[in-house]
């Protein structure tokens, strides 16, 4: 049977595109795939902003699970990491993510590491929060903290000075303000006394400096305000006996006296001379910790001037 043209030509125009059409629809079928891989990225390239040709239907069915809702906003745009085949299977940048670390009220910005300092101190622990005293006793003892540390200004300046005084007039005259400053510590001393006995610390202070460690210093001051440098080594006795059982006691003193007055009251420390930065007690001369000074009993010199200890009245006796 013979076909009329437009029908013959109707049938070989169907065989030649049926090939062209089955290459069509392989490459829509990809295409499909691709978006579905494109969609499936969508969560992880919100952030990212790369990915962009790279996942050219390569990640076919791979949605990224673990990058999904992580912006990655600090780790930039992950551009030139085209995860070409590549399904991030087990690499989800989990650790970046901060996980675990909410980071509330941390910056971490950029993850540098510089999140989680400490807080800058600002002596708060050093202080009661409220004070245990009225202010009008407030007032006596905060006077006597500061008259006490000035005190121990004015001798710690002669010891820090006293080689330096080559004539005997001078040094005698220094030695001399220093000794009145030593025996006027003792009038703040009695002060802060009223409001710390009960305090163990403070008693354990007293203990050692009205053993005879404080009447050393008195002494020695006295000694070479009359004598002038031939008394010159008492500056050496006194550091070897103050550093260790003096300004350590007079610190306690101070620090529970501000305790008292509480509220934001800083603690002071006494002023310390160069050389009790080399001095280690027990050692090359210097007194042990609460260590008595030779010579001292019931913390007066024996067979000498020692009439100004804090506790213990003076008689005729001590200044033999």
Known sequence: MKLSVPVAFFLATLVVAA??????????????????????????????????????????????????????ASNGTNTGTTNTGTTNTGT??????????????????????AANQPAIQD???????????????ALLINTAIDAWQRDTGVVTNFLNMGASFTDDATFKNQALIAHSA???????????????????????????????????????????????????????QINKDRCVNVLPNIDTYLRESAQLIGGGQKVIQSVRPAACGNIVPGQNGALKV???????????????????????????????
């Open 19 to 72: 090939p062209s059409q089955k290459r069509g629809f392989g490459s829509a079928l990809a295409a499909a795939k691709g978006q579905q891989g494109q969609k499936a990225n969508a969560g992880a390239g919100a952030g990212a902003g790369a990915n962009k040709g790279g996942n050219k239907g390569g990640n076919t069915g791979t949605t990224q699970t673990g990058n999904t809702g992580n912006s990655n």
């Open 92 to 113: 989800t940048n989990t650790g970046n993510s901060n996980a675990g670390n909410s980071t509330t009220g941390t910056t971490n910005t950029g993850n540098t590491g």
């Open 123 to 137: 002596g708060a622990n050093d202080v009661n929060a409220a004070g245990s005293v009225s202010a009008s006793d």
């Open 182 to 236: 030593e025996v006027d510590e003792l009038t703040h001393k009695n002060v802060l006394d009223q409001f710390t006995a009960g305090n163990a610390n403070v008693q354990a202070a007293n203990a050692t400096l009205t053993s005879g460690a404080f009447q050393l210093v008195v002494d020695r001051l006295f000694d070479m305000s009359v004598n002038g440098r031939a008394d010159i080594a008492g500056i050496d």
């Open 290 to 320: 609460n260590e008595i000074p030779a010579g001292y009993v019931n913390g007066k010199l024996q067979n000498g001037n020692s009439n100004t200890n804090p506790n213990i009245p003076a008689t005729a006796a001590d200044d033999g």
